[in-house]
C-alpha cells in the first residue's frame, strides 16, 4: 500500500517484510512477517491452529490478554547522513504500543487509524540499528478505563462482559460482531518506512474544486510544504492528460510548514461519473519541488472533475435523501463493505481488486464503509475512483455510546483530520457518516433498562454523544474537506415506526423482525442504506473450515461460524414457508442462498422501481470477514452467491418489474439512462414446458432516469382458466437493433408451489485460450440453475438463473494463465429447485 504519508523521498528504505516478534513474557524471539499481527505471525510458527477451522476460534482468546513485542534490524549506509531529516514512517500500528530505536523511546501509539511521520534522524547510527515495536494488550490496556467508570457501554456486539471495545480507537468488529469472530489483534497493520528528506517535502495537495461545466472547470490545489529552512525553489507542476495546464513557478518556502496556492482553468473538462453513467475520468498532477535542476521532492496527486450533492431536505413526500452527481439525480446501487478478513493486513491488492471487479460486475454504482470496521487501505479507494464506484464513508464508530473525556475527543479529533486529509481528494468519495445506528439505539433499543443505567448517567451519556458526532467529528469535516455533507447517524428514519418517508433507513423487519419477504415490496423508505438477509456458504466452500461431521445446523463448530444468536433457525423457518424440504445438508446450503437471492429480489425491484420517491438501495452487506454464515453476497473464499447474481440483474441499466398489484399483473420499467432510446417490449405468457399461452408486444422510448408504468394486466383474464402452478409470464426489452437489453419472469405462486418437472438438460462446452464457454438449453423449465466447475477457481459470468424450455443460455468462466489441455478436463454439475442433477 502507498499513500501520501509513505510517498518515497529521495532515499527509502522499506521496512516491511521479515521481522522477529515474541510474547512479552518469553524470551524467544520468531519470525515475523510485517505487515502482519501476532495471530497470523504464531499461525506462520506453528504455535496455533488456523484461527478459521472448525471451532479454533474459542480456543485462541488468550492472546489479546498478552503483550507482544516485535523488532527489526536494518543497515544504513553513510549516503542517509545527506538528508536534512530522517523520518519513520509508520502508516498503520495496532494499536496501543511504543517504539524504541537503538533503544531509546522514539514514540507512542493509541489508536489504529491514524499513521505517524517521525523524525529520528539524532538517533540512527552508521550500520546496524534496532526498531522495536512493544504492544500492549488491548484487553489490559483499557481494564481500568472500565474499572473506574462503574458501568459498561452498551457495545452488544463486543463479545465480553467488560465492553472494552468503545475505549479502543481499534476496529470495533475484532472484538467481535453479529457476522464475525473475535480477534483482538496487536501487530503493525500497513506499511512501515524510513525516509529521507532533504531541504524540504510536499506534506499534502488538498484539491479544491471552485466552479465546474461541461465548457470549463476552475480548480486549485493547496500545497502544504514542509521545510528545514526559509529558501527560494521551483515548483513544476505537470498534468498528463492535459498539459495545457503544466506552469512552473517560484516559491518562497518558510521554515517549517507553510500553504501555497496553485489555481487551475480548463476549458472543456472531462467530467468523472459513476460507473454506469460515463467515464470515471481522472487527471494525474505532478508536483515537483526544484533546486536549481536538483529534484527536491515530487508529489502525485489523482482526480476527478464532477460535482455532488447529497439532498436531504423536505419536500412534499417527506424528507428526501438522494445523490446528484453532475447535476443529475442518481440512483444508488449497492451494498454495505466490511473489512475483507478477520486479520486486515491480508487484504492484498489482489483481493481489493478482485472485489472491485464484482462490485462493477454486478453493475453497482456506490459501496458504504461500515462504522464498525476500518478506513480503507488507499488501494481500495483508488480503485473506486478508477471503476467510478461512490463511496458512502462512516467514521468508525457503531451500535454504542462511546466517551467524551478530554483525552478521548483529542484522540478521534486526530484520527478524524488523519482520514479526512487523506480521502477528500478522491472523487468517490461522496459523504461522511458520524455512526451506524446509534440514533436508531437511543430510541429504540432499551439501553437504560438492559444496563441499568440511572437517569443521570444516560443523560451524561447521551451528553457525550452529542459532543463527540455533533461537535467533535463535524467539525472536524467543516475544518478539512469543507462542504461534503455529513450526516450524524444513518439511519435517519426507524424501521420500528411509520417513517418511510424520512431520509435513509435501515429495515430489518425481514430478518430481525421476522417479518415476510412481501414486506420489502410494502416498506420503501426515500434511500435504503441496509438491509439483508442471511444464507451459508456453498458445500464447496465449506469443505475448507469445517469436517463432514459438523454438517448440521446445531452442530458446536456450526453455532462457532453463526454469530447471530436466532441465525440458522431463521435461515431454516423462512425456507420451510418458501421452499420444499431439503434432502441433505448440501441442499440445505443452496437453498439458502435462493432464498437470499429471491427475497432481496424483490427489495431490490420494490426500490428501483419507487423512483424518486426511493433513491438508493444498498444492501448488507457484500463481502465476508471470515468463512461463516453471513448476510453476504461474496462469501469469504470470494465465491459469488446467489445474491451477487441477482444483484448483478437487478442493478442492469435498465429493469423490468413484473409484480402483482390489487389483482392486476404490473409490469414497469427502470431505466438509468439519462437519455431515452427506442426499444421493444415482449411480453410472453407460457407453461413450464414452453407452450406460448399469450403473448403482446409494444414498441416505446425508455424512460429517462426514472421508473415509468408500461402495462396492467388483468390476472384472472390472463390466467383464462390455465394452472397457475405451471405457468410463467416473462417479460424482455429489446433495442432497436433487437440486441437484448434486459428481461423478468414472474411467477404466479411461491416455489414451493410451482409444479417443476425433471428437466433434460444438455449441456455442451467450447474451449478458448484462458476461458471456458458453456451453452445449456432445456425442454422444461429450470428453476435457480446453479453451475459448478469443480476445481476451478473464479466465478460463471452468470450463475442461480432461470432456463426457460426451448431458449439456450450462454456463459463463460475466465481462467487466465489456465493452458487449454488443462480446461479441456474439467468438468461441471448442476443443481436447480427440483433436485440435484448430475452432468
Same mark, same amino acid.
Given at each position: 500500500?502507498?499513500?501520501?504519508?509513505?510517498?518515497?523521498?529521495?532515499?527509502?528504505?522499506?521496512?516491511?517484510?521479515?521481522?522477529?516478534?515474541? $510474547?512479552?513474557?518469553?524470551?524467544?524471539?520468531?519470525?515475523?512477517?510485517?505487515?502482519?499481527?501476532?495471530?497470523?505471525?504464531?499461525?506462520?510458527?506453528?504455535?496455533?491452529?488456523?484461527? +478459521?477451522?472448525?471451532?479454533?476460534?474459542?480456543?485462541?482468546?488468550? !492472546?489479546?490478554?498478552?503483550?507482544?513485542?516485535?523488532?527489526?534490524?536494518?543497515?544504513?549506509?553513510?549516503?542517509?547522513?545527506?538528508?536534512?531529516?530522517? %523520518?519513520?514512517?509508520?502508516?498503520?500500528?495496532?494499536?496501543?504500543?511504543?517504539?524504541?530505536?537503538?533503544?531509546?523511546?522514539?514514540?507512542?501509539?493509541?489508536?489504529?487509524?491514524?499513521?505517524?511521520?517521525?523524525?529520528?534522524?539524532?538517533?540512527?547510527?552508521?550500520?546496524?540499528?534496532?526498531?522495536?515495536?512493544?504492544?500492549?494488550?488491548?484487553?489490559?490496556?483499557?481494564?481500568?478505563?472500565?474499572?473506574?467508570?462503574?458501568?459498561?457501554?452498551?457495545?452488544?456486539?463486543?463479545?465480553?462482559?467488560?465492553?472494552?471495545?468503545?475505549?479502543?480507537?481499534?476496529?470495533?468488529?475484532?472484538?467481535?460482531?453479529?457476522?464475525?469472530?473475535?480477534?483482538?489483534?496487536?501487530?503493525?497493520?500497513?506499511?512501515?518506512?524510513?525516509?529521507?528528506?532533504?531541504? /524540504?517535502?510536499?506534506?499534502?495537495?488538498?484539491? !479544491? $474544486?471552485?466552479?465546474?461545466?461541461?465548457?470549463? =472547470?476552475?480548480?486549485?490545489?493547496?500545497?502544504?510544504?514542509?521545510? %528545514? &529552512?526559509?529558501?527560494?525553489?521551483?515548483?513544476?507542476?505537470?498534468?498528463?492528460?492535459?498539459?495545457?495546464?503544466?506552469?512552473?513557478?517560484?516559491?518562497?518556502?518558510?521554515?517549517?510548514?507553510?500553504?501555497?496556492?496553485?489555481?487551475?482553468?480548463?476549458?472543456?473538462?472531462?467530467?468523472?461519473?459513476?460507473?454506469?453513467?460515463?467515464?470515471?475520468?481522472?487527471?494525474?498532477?505532478?508536483?515537483?519541488?526544484?533546486?536549481?535542476?536538483?529534484?527536491?521532492?515530487?508529489?502525485?496527486?489523482?482526480?476527478?472533475?464532477?460535482?455532488?450533492?447529497?439532498?436531504?431536505?423536505?419536500?412534499?413526500?417527506?424528507?428526501?435523501?438522494?445523490?446528484?452527481?453532475?447535476?443529475?439525480?442518481?440512483?444508488?446501487?449497492?451494498?454495505?463493505?466490511?473489512?475483507?478478513?478477520? +486479520?486486515?493486513? $491480508?487484504?492484498?491488492?489482489?483481493?481489493?481488486?478482485?472485489?472491485?471487479?464484482?462490485?462493477?460486475?454486478?453493475?453497482?454504482?456506490?459501496?458504504?464503509?461500515?462504522?464498525?470496521? *476500518?478506513?480503507?487501505?488507499?488501494?481500495?479507494?483508488?480503485?473506486?475512483?478508477?471503476?467510478?464506484?461512490?463511496?458512502?464513508?462512516?467514521?468508525?464508530?457503531?451500535?454504542?455510546?462511546?466517551?467524551?473525556?478530554?483525552?478521548?475527543?483529542?484522540?478521534?479529533?486526530?484520527?478524524?483530520?488523519?482520514?479526512?486529509?487523506?480521502?477528500?481528494?478522491?472523487?468517490?468519495? =461522496?459523504?461522511?457518516?458520524?455512526?451506524?445506528?446509534?440514533?436508531?439505539?437511543?430510541?429504540?433499543?432499551?439501553?437504560?433498562?438492559? +444496563?441499568?443505567?440511572?437517569?443521570?448517567?444516560?443523560?451524561?451519556?447521551?451528553?457525550?454523544?452529542?459532543?463527540?458526532?455533533?461537535?467533535?467529528?463535524?467539525?472536524?469535516?467543516?475544518?478539512?474537506?469543507?462542504?461534503?455533507?455529513?450526516?450524524?447517524?444513518?439511519?435517519?428514519?426507524?424501521?420500528?415506526?411509520?417513517?418511510?418517508?424520512?431520509?435513509?433507513?435501515?429495515?430489518?423487519?425481514?430478518?430481525?423482525? #421476522?417479518?415476510?419477504?412481501?414486506?420489502?415490496?410494502?416498506?420503501?423508505?426515500?434511500?435504503?442504506?441496509?438491509?439483508? +438477509?442471511?444464507?451459508?456458504?456453498?458445500?464447496?466452500?465449506?469443505?475448507?473450515?469445517?469436517?463432514?461431521?459438523?454438517?448440521?445446523?446445531?452442530?458446536?463448530?456450526?453455532?462457532?461460524?453463526?454469530?447471530?444468536?436466532?441465525?440458522?433457525?431463521? *435461515?431454516?423457518?423462512?425456507?420451510?414457508?418458501?421452499?420444499? =424440504?431439503?434432502?441433505?445438508?448440501?441442499?440445505?446450503?443452496?437453498?439458502?442462498?435462493?432464498?437470499?437471492?429471491?427475497?432481496?429480489?424483490?427489495?431490490?425491484?420494490?426500490?428501483?422501481?419507487?423512483?424518486?420517491?426511493?433513491?438508493?438501495?444498498?444492501?448488507? &452487506?457484500?463481502?465476508?470477514?471470515?468463512?461463516?454464515?453471513?448476510?453476504?453476497?461474496?462469501?469469504?473464499?470470494?465465491?459469488?452467491?446467489?445474491?451477487?447474481?441477482?444483484?448483478?440483474?437487478?442493478?442492469?441499466?435498465?429493469?423490468?418489474?413484473?409484480?402483482?398489484?390489487?389483482?392486476?399483473?404490473?409490469?414497469?420499467?427502470?431505466?438509468?439512462?439519462?437519455?431515452? *432510446?427506442?426499444?421493444?417490449?415482449?411480453?410472453?405468457?407460457?407453461?413450464?414446458?414452453?407452450?406460448? !399461452?399469450?403473448? &403482446?408486444?409494444?414498441?416505446?422510448?425508455?424512460?429517462?432516469?426514472?421508473?415509468?408504468?408500461?402495462?396492467?394486466?388483468?390476472?384472472?383474464?390472463?390466467?383464462?382458466?390455465?394452472?397457475?402452478?405451471?405457468?410463467?409470464?416473462?417479460?424482455?426489452?429489446?433495442?432497436?437493433?433487437?440486441?437484448?437489453?434486459?428481461?423478468?419472469?414472474?411467477?404466479?405462486?411461491?416455489?414451493?408451489?410451482?409444479?417443476?418437472?425433471?428437466?433434460?438438460?444438455?449441456?455442451?462446452?467450447?474451449? #478458448?485460450?484462458?476461458?471456458?464457454?458453456?451453452?445449456?438449453? =432445456?425442454?422444461?423449465?429450470?428453476?435457480?440453475?446453479?453451475?459448478?466447475? /469443480?476445481? /476451478?477457481?473464479?466465478?460463471?459470468?452468470?450463475?442461480?438463473?432461470?432456463?426457460?424450455?426451448?431458449?439456450?443460455?450462454?456463459?463463460?468462466?475466465?481462467?487466465?494463465?489456465?493452458?487449454?489441455?488443462? *480446461?479441456?478436463?474439467?468438468?461441471?454439475?448442476?443443481?436447480?429447485?427440483?433436485?440435484?442433477?448430475?452432468?
Amino acid at each position: 500500500m502507498t499513500s501520501n504519508l509513505s510517498k518515497p523521498g529521495s532515499v527509502f528504505l522499506d521496512l516491511c517484510g521479515d521481522w522477529q516478534f515474541r $510474547q512479552a513474557s518469553s524470551e524467544q524471539w520468531l519470525p515475523a512477517t510485517v505487515p502482519g499481527c501476532n495471530f497470523t505471525d504464531l499461525l506462520a510458527n506453528g504455535l496455533i491452529d488456523d484461527p +478459521f477451522y472448525r471451532d479454533n476460534e474459542s480456543h485462541l482468546q488468550w !492472546i489479546e490478554r498478552q503483550d507482544w513485542h516485535y523488532q527489526k534490524r536494518f543497515n544504513l549506509g553513510r549516503d542517509w547522513w545527506q538528508n536534512a531529516d530522517i %523520518q519513520l514512517v509508520a502508516e498503520g500500528l495496532d494499536t496501543f504500543c511504543e517504539l524504541y530505536l537503538n533503544g531509546h523511546k522514539l514514540a507512542e501509539g493509541r489508536n489504529m487509524f491514524v499513521g505517524q511521520r517521525i523524525s529520528c534522524k539524532s538517533l540512527l547510527i552508521e550500520g546496524e540499528n534496532l526498531l522495536e515495536v512493544r504492544f500492549r494488550s488491548p484487553i489490559n490496556e483499557t481494564m481500568p478505563a472500565f474499572l473506574q467508570a462503574g458501568f459498561a457501554y452498551p457495545a452488544e456486539n463486543d463479545k465480553s462482559e467488560e465492553k472494552l471495545s468503545v475505549y479502543c480507537r481499534k476496529a470495533p468488529c475484532h472484538f467481535g460482531w453479529d457476522w464475525g469472530p473475535r480477534f483482538v489483534t496487536s501487530g503493525i497493520w500497513r506499511s512501515i518506512s524510513l525516509q529521507g528528506v532533504q531541504s /524540504a517535502r510536499i506534506a499534502d495537495a488538498q484539491f !479544491i $474544486q471552485h466552479q465546474l461545466s461541461s465548457e470549463k =472547470a476552475e480548480f486549485s490545489f493547496a500545497l502544504q510544504a514542509e521545510a %528545514q &529552512q526559509q529558501q527560494q525553489l521551483t515548483l513544476q507542476v505537470r498534468c498528463r492528460q492535459a498539459p495545457e495546464l503544466n506552469q512552473q513557478c517560484s516559491v518562497l518556502l518558510d521554515k517549517g510548514q507553510s500553504v501555497h496556492q496553485v489555481g487551475f482553468s480548463l476549458d472543456n473538462p472531462r467530467l468523472w461519473w459513476p460507473n454506469d453513467l460515463g467515464e470515471a475520468f481522472l487527471y494525474d498532477f505532478e508536483f515537483s519541488l526544484l533546486d536549481g535542476d536538483e529534484m527536491v521532492d515530487t508529489h502525485h496527486q489523482r482526480v476527478g472533475l464532477r460535482t455532488l450533492e447529497v439532498v436531504n431536505q423536505p419536500d412534499e413526500m417527506g424528507l428526501s435523501f438522494y445523490l446528484k452527481v453532475n447535476g443529475q439525480p442518481v440512483f444508488m446501487k449497492g451494498a454495505n463493505y466490511i473489512p475483507g478478513d478477520s +486479520f486486515i493486513h $491480508q487484504m492484498t491488492a489482489q483481493r481489493h481488486q478482485a472485489d472491485f471487479a464484482a462490485v462493477v460486475a454486478a453493475n453497482m454504482n456506490m459501496l458504504r464503509v461500515w462504522g464498525g470496521g *476500518i478506513y480503507q487501505d488507499d488501494e481500495f479507494y483508488r480503485l473506486a475512483d478508477e471503476n467510478g464506484i461512490l463511496i458512502w464513508q462512516d467514521f468508525m464508530f457503531a451500535c454504542s455510546l462511546y466517551p467524551a473525556d478530554d483525552a478521548f475527543v483529542a484522540n478521534v479529533q486526530e484520527e478524524a483530520e488523519y482520514n479526512i486529509k487523506r480521502l477528500r481528494n478522491h472523487p468517490c468519495l =461522496a459523504l461522511w457518516c458520524g455512526n451506524n445506528e446509534v440514533d436508531m439505539a437511543i430510541k429504540h433499543w432499551q439501553w437504560p433498562d438492559k +444496563f441499568g443505567y440511572s437517569d443521570s448517567l444516560y443523560s451524561r451519556l447521551k451528553d457525550d454523544y452529542i459532543r463527540l458526532f455533533d461537535q467533535c467529528l463535524p467539525d472536524a469535516v467543516a475544518q478539512f474537506d469543507a462542504g461534503r455533507f455529513y450526516l450524524r447517524s444513518s439511519p435517519i428514519g426507524f424501521w420500528e415506526e411509520d417513517m418511510d418517508h424520512m431520509g435513509n433507513h435501515h429495515y430489518w423487519g425481514v430478518w430481525h423482525g #421476522e417479518e415476510p419477504f412481501s414486506e420489502y415490496q410494502k416498506r420503501i423508505p426515500r434511500f435504503m442504506s441496509e438491509f439483508g +438477509f442471511q444464507s451459508f456458504p456453498l458445500a464447496s466452500s465449506m469443505t475448507r473450515f469445517t469436517e463432514p461431521q459438523d454438517w448440521q445446523l446445531d452442530s458446536e463448530v456450526l453455532r462457532v461460524h453463526q454469530k447471530h444468536p436466532r441465525g440458522n433457525s431463521l *435461515i431454516r423457518s423462512y425456507m420451510e414457508q418458501e421452499y420444499c =424440504a431439503p434432502e441433505n445438508f448440501p441442499r440445505l446450503l443452496f437453498l439458502s442462498q435462493v432464498q437470499q437471492a429471491e427475497g432481496l429480489k424483490l427489495a431490490f425491484e420494490a426500490h428501483r422501481a419507487a423512483r424518486p420517491f426511493c433513491m438508493g438501495t444498498l444492501y448488507w &452487506q457484500l463481502n465476508d470477514t471470515w468463512p461463516a454464515a453471513s448476510w453476504s453476497g461474496i462469501d469469504y473464499y470470494g465465491r459469488w452467491k446467489a445474491l451477487h447474481y441477482q444483484a448483478r440483474r437487478s442493478f442492469r441499466t435498465d429493469l423490468l418489474v413484473l409484480d402483482e398489484h390489487k389483482g392486476d399483473i404490473r409490469v414497469r420499467l427502470v431505466s438509468d439512462r439519462l437519455h431515452s *432510446i427506442k426499444a421493444s417490449l415482449e411480453l410472453t405468457l407460457m407453461d413450464f414446458d414452453g407452450q406460448v !399461452i399469450w403473448q &403482446q408486444q409494444q414498441t416505446l422510448e425508455t424512460p429517462k432516469n426514472t421508473s415509468t408504468q408500461l402495462a396492467l394486466l388483468d390476472k384472472a383474464t390472463l390466467l383464462n382458466g390455465q394452472r397457475a402452478e405451471q405457468l410463467v409470464l416473462q417479460g424482455r426489452l429489446l433495442d432497436a437493433q433487437g440486441q437484448l437489453l434486459t428481461d423478468s419472469l414472474y411467477y404466479f405462486v411461491p416455489s414451493k408451489l410451482q409444479e417443476l418437472q425433471r428437466p433434460n438438460m444438455t449441456l455442451t462446452t467450447q474451449v #478458448e485460450s484462458e476461458r471456458l464457454n458453456l451453452t445449456l438449453t =432445456a425442454d422444461t423449465l429450470v428453476r435457480q440453475c446453479h453451475i459448478e466447475i /469443480a476445481g /476451478a477457481p473464479g466465478n460463471l459470468s452468470d450463475n442461480f438463473f432461470d432456463l426457460l424450455p426451448g431458449q439456450s443460455k450462454c456463459l463463460y468462466l475466465e481462467l487466465p494463465d489456465w493452458q487449454v489441455s488443462d *480446461i479441456e478436463k474439467l468438468s461441471a454439475h448442476y443443481q436447480s429447485l427440483y433436485k440435484e442433477e448430475e452432468q
